[in-house]
């Protein structure tokens, strides 16, 4: 079945005669199947009753839709189609460096999404979570972690990151690196375990 949005929507999808397998559940794709949006619930299974199911999902931008079950057959009752308001999530460096950070789209109602990782960064600064202004952040009130998920935004945002002075640790031994963690200063990180290599003991790190 097609239907066509004009911008961010709310589908909502009524089935019946349940699923011919487990953790069958209703989705819409784009022409070129580039884009595919999944409902969170799955369909009940049960045998051709004339039980009723709602399932809802969201689609963030205009366009021609197809909607499909995802590994089994439903019989599709109806299909009603609402506009709804996306809000904008703006990451901003707030002194930071780095690639710009694409923005995001949150739908209230929606389920929660994970914000972007972080990837900006600052000369002898760690990086401390999300602000929801410039004096939050001076302040180092928090207001989203980095990857927090969010959810039911009522207008756009624009996050600011917070900076705090510190360090990346690395732990290099002659086989391996551990990945750069961030320290603040005057704070400690947990090392790993002590490396082991045959015919050596090991004495500890030094930094140079």
Do not use: C, Q
């Not at 699923?19 to 409902?39: L, P, R, Y």
């Not at 969201?58 to 009603?80: F, M, Q, R």
Request: charged letters at 25%.
């Amino acid at each position: 079945m097609k239907f066509t949005t004009t911008g961010a929507a709310k589908v909502t999808v009524v089935v019946s005669n349940g699923s011919t397998k487990e953790d069958n559940k209703i989705g819409v794709s784009n022409a070129d199947g580039t884009v595919k949006v999944t409902a969170a619930d799955a369909i009940a299974k049960k045998s051709n009753d004339s039980t009723l199911e709602t399932h809802t999902l969201y689609v963030e931008t205009a366009g021609e839709w197809y909607l499909y079950s995802t590994t089994g057959s439903s019989y599709i009752y109806k299909i009603n189609v609402d506009k709804v308001t996306p809000h904008t999530i703006t990451f901003n460096a707030n002194g930071g460096t780095g690639d710009g950070m694409d923005a995001m789209t949150i739908i209230t109602g929606d389920t929660a999404k994970k914000l972007t990782k972080n990837t900006y960064t600052k000369e002898g600064f760690v990086f401390g979570g999300w602000a929801a202004s410039t004096t939050d952040a001076e302040a180092g009130t928090v207001l989203y972690a980095d990857e927090a998920e969010v959810s039911d935004l009522t207008e756009d945002v624009t996050l600011y990151a917070i900076w705090k002075a510190g360090y990346k640790v690395t732990f290099v031994t002659s086989d391996d690196t551990t990945d750069a963690v961030d320290v603040e200063a005057g704070k400690t990180v947990a090392k790993p375990a002590d490396p082991v290599r045959d015919g050596y003991k090991f004495y500890g790190w030094y930094t140079k």
